[in-house]
Antibody
């Protein structure tokens, strides 16, 4: 079964760092882009960026460039999204998703990682 | 990159057809045939319903169809069913590996 499994919910304080993960299985992880999507409470989906695990090429959405860092470890079929200094406004659900073809649509989604940032 | 524009809500009765619009610009929807649509039930993970404007992934009912004219893409659901009640998001390629989502549309089945 093709699936993406994300790390569990996180509760952090402002200023702390965080790295969440997304492990792919059931397919060739290096042959598909992985994207990250943010959904703030009660709000819509926002495209954050994508990474190609084979060479770690990344593309960031304008609102997220410099705010987060995407990375991947192809040896363990895992992509990561990290923050160096969290803010309360980073509280949201974060989804990873597999992007197929030339990465124009997401066909497989992770279950989501809820991040709560509160003092 | 601005979000694509969708109506905040649409509604229809069981058996009817509804259409959700998704308006972008010449830089995204109007320039590429790479519009996708996602269905998201409350508290659930988004699900791909349409890709490349008109294509349906395996398992998606043929009641769901997509189209595009100029800078506006559309999702049509025919023969509405109660289970179709959900939020729907469009997404378009905007060049240089960038994708952009619409603001989402809440579909209510009356």
């Amino acid at each position: 079964e093709v699936q993406l499994v994300q790390s569990g919910a996180e509760v952090k304080k402002p200023g702390e760092s965080l790295k969440i993960s997304c492990e792919g299985s059931g397919y060739s992880f290096t042959n598909y882009w992985i994207g990250w999507v943010r959904q703030m409470p009660g709000k819509g989906l926002e495209w954050m960026g994508i990474i190609y695990p084979d060479d770690s090429y990344t593309a960031y959405g304008p609102s997220f460039q410099g705010q987060v860092t995407m990375s991947a470890d192809k040896s363990i079929s895992t992509a990561y999204l990290q923050w160096s200094s969290l803010e309360a406004s980073d509280s949201a659900m974060y989804y990873c998703a597999r992007c197929f073809g030339d990465c124009h649509a997401f066909d497989i989604w992770g279950q989501g990682t809820r991040v709560t940032v509160s003092s | 990159q601005s979000a694509l524009t969708q109506p905040r809500s649409v509604s229809g009765s069981p058996g009817q057809s509804i259409t959700i619009s998704c308006t972008g610009t010449r830089s995204d929807v109007g320039n590429y045939n790479y519009v996708s649509w996602y269905q998201q039930h409350p508290g659930k993970v988004p699900k791909l319903m349409i890709y490349d404007v008109t294509k349906r992934p395996s398992g998606v009912p043929d009641r769901f169809s997509g189209s595009k004219s100029g800078n506006t893409a559309s999702l049509t659901i025919s023969g509405l069913q109660a289970e179709d009640e959900a939020d729907y998001y469009c997404c378009s390629y905007a060049g240089s590996y960038i994708l952009v989502f619409g603001g989402g549309t809440k579909l209510t089945v009356l």
